[in-house]
């Protein structure tokens, strides 16, 4: 039986220009340096907020509460899975923007897990009691975030900050 060869140059073009616009791609989870001033009256960003507490600040007596390098490095082979999902469906004709979008979007949410779940080490008795004497003034808790006692949620402006972005699309 004769084998019939085919010239697929078109469908090597278009293989090479999608794996070119791949390479460009960068996808960031975290809390971005344009998310600005926190609506609680403090002179911090979110940024910074979330700098403190992903490094911890002993002179401050604040401690380290990794929530971004913590979640990359336990979900590490799932994302790593997801990138590459994310590859084949593009090569296979999916649109590159909605694929990376979704690799970030589930990263985002695995992040904001790690925070509503709790962070060791817990708050100390003191914060704790800070945060319920805000209640008292009138404050709820925000529930939807997680309680007074969880590190890293009081006002959930951090947790809400949290985000994926996209660039190279």
Sequence with gaps: M????????SGMERLERELARL???????GVHGEDGKRDDGGRLTNVQVAAVHEFGAPAQNIPERSFLRSTMDREKAQILD??????????QGAPLKQEVE????YTESRVRETIRKGIDPPLSPMTVEKRRAKLSGGKPDNNRFGTRETPLIDTGQLIQSVASKVEGV
Excluded: C, K, N, P
Excluded at 2 to 9: I, K, L, Y
Excluded at 102 to 105: L, P, S
């Design 2 to 9: 004769a084998q019939v060869v085919t010239d697929d140059s």
């Design 23 to 29: 390479a460009r791609v960068e996808i960031t989870v």
């Design 82 to 91: 997801d990138m590459s999902d994310a590859v084949d469906h593009v090569l």
């Design 102 to 105: 979704r690799v970030g979007i």
